[in-house]
């Protein structure tokens, strides 16, 4: 063995004042560092106060072809890092180290490992190795000191003290790093999963507005279409007395056209109950058909509204409220009728779902137990306001209630995704946030009227093209 350039033996004075610096100096440079740059830094403090040329730190990893291996982290060659490489552990010194064994070959390392093509092309002749050996005992990486030149006794002493320290800072490095992935790749597990859920009630809460009040609609177009068989019915009977009129001896002028009137009567009866049914069906098909389509038309706006609040009108005369618009004049614009009409749809049910304190129903009921004769005129009046004008190349809508309001605190959060003030009552939190991104996919946007009294009232404002 050639002598320590250091001189004096590591168990003197000396040689723990040397350690105690070198460790000291090593810990400082690395304390504030972690990931890559904690062994960036560290291979290269170890070589320095080692005075050794090579210094690897490496992850212990599978191979593709299955076999055990190497994946650098950080390898210092004297006077630079070296790109970070893998490589396989068979035939190596490192193979001892993985197994937990300290490795140690002061010289002719070359010759004890000749299939180690690794030692060959850095001219190594000496190798010291500490296994990284985590919290739970299994080994994660090592930690290599190698040099052109025979290790003495000396150097060995501290280097193994030295390697021996940081070999179990650097496992707790690959642990937390460890943990760091784990808990990403969970959380991009669960984000994944969160937004397929999203999506999914997004869907559904963009349904809601259309399915909401398809029983009320059917409730709705009962009553034409009941009124409508009803008077065909009638029909048929006027049509059989008639039948029998003629084919008797004799038949009054009266009587005749006492039938051609009851005929006449019930022909407009099933007219007119008919086309109201008819103006019912196309206007539901036209929200439910615009609802689904995102492409942009032109269209009379004030119209438009006037026939989505008449598609609307089955839900809100079930909840006893009245829509009243307010759009003077005609104005043509071209924007995606299916994402507006989702817009208006969504305003609508979220104001009957929280706008007012209790179903009316509720009050009616109540007023019936006692006794009192109330007609509609005296019921608490339900009313939306919709205003509508163009200025300044944007459209102004103007969305309010008469309901009870929200408090500061509930209106800083209203547009908030999974915000409800009804938590368990098949609230989903996501109905003013869907309107919240459609005003944002047509370019616009949407805030609260702070001057809205009473009630709610919404401010939306969309890019005009004319």
């Not at 004096?8 to 004042?17: L, P």
């Not at 784990?182 to 969160?194: D, I, P």
């Not at 098909?285 to 008449?310: C, F």
């Not at 137990?369 to 007609?375: A, H, W």
């Amino acid at each position: 063995m050639s002598a320590d350039p250091r001189g004096a033996a590591f168990d003197s004075d000396e040689g723990r004042r040397l350690a105690e610096a070198a460790l000291r100096t090593i810990s400082l440079s690395t304390a504030k560092s972690s990931g890559e740059a904690f062994f960036r830094q560290l291979v290269k403090e170890l070589a320095q106060a080692l005075d050794l040329k090579y210094v690897i730190a490496g992850r212990l990893l599978t191979l593709d072809d299955g076999q055990e291996g190497i994946q650098t982290l950080a390898v210092w060659a004297g006077v630079d890092w070296m790109d970070n490489i893998q490589y396989a552990l068979t035939g190596t010194p490192c193979a001892n180290v993985t197994h937990q064994d300290m490795c140690f070959h002061p010289c002719g390392v070359q010759q004890d490992y000749p299939q180690d093509h690794l030692l060959t092309e850095m001219g190594a002749q000496s190798y010291i190795g500490m296994p990284m050996v985590g919290s739970q005992g299994k080994t994660l990486g090592i930690l290599v000191a190698l040099d052109t030149q025979e290790i003495s006794e000396n150097k060995r002493l501290l280097a193994l003290s030295l390697l021996s320290i940081f070999a179990a800072r650097s496992a707790m490095e690959l642990q937390h790093q460890d943990h760091v992935a784990e808990l990403q790749a969970y959380g991009q597990a669960r984000t994944k999963e969160l937004g397929i859920a999203t999506q999914r009630l997004v869907e559904q809460e963009k349904l809601a507005a259309l399915g909401g009040f398809v029983a009320g609609f059917a409730h709705e177009i009962n009553t034409p279409i009941g009124i409508a068989v009803t008077a065909a019915s009638g029909m048929e009977e006027f049509a059989r007395s008639l039948k029998r009129k003629l084919s008797g001896e004799k038949v009054s002028r009266v009587e005749l056209l006492a039938l051609a009137d009851n005929l006449e009567s019930g022909a407009s009866l099933v007219n007119s109950n008919l086309e109201r049914a008819a103006g019912l069906i196309s206007s539901f098909k036209m929200l439910a058909v615009d609802q689904g389509n995102e492409e942009e038309s032109r269209l009379d706006l004030r119209d438009y509204l006037r026939q989505l609040i008449v598609a609307h009108q089955p839900v809100l005369r079930g909840a006893h409220t009245e829509v009243q618009l307010d759009a003077p004049k005609p104005l043509r614009v071209t924007l995606a009728a299916g994402l507006f009409s989702q817009i208006i749809s969504n305003l609508i049910v979220n104001t009957l779902t929280h706008a007012f304190d209790e179903p009316l129903e509720r009050s009616l009921e109540e007023i019936q137990d006692l006794k009192e004769e109330v007609d509609s005129a005296a019921l608490p009046q339900r009313r939306i306001d919709i205003a509508l004008h163009a200025e300044g190349g944007q459209l102004h809508l103007h969305f309010g209630d008469n309901g009870r309001g929200v408090s500061p605190e509930v209106a800083k959060r209203l547009f908030e995704p999974y915000f409800t003030t009804r938590r368990g009552q098949g609230g989903s939190g996501l109905g003013l946030h869907i309107v919240n991104t459609l005003c944002q996919r047509l370019g616009g946007s949407i805030s609260i009227d702070p001057h809205h009294q009473p009630g709610l009232g919404f401010l939306i404002e969309l890019p005009l093209r004319p």
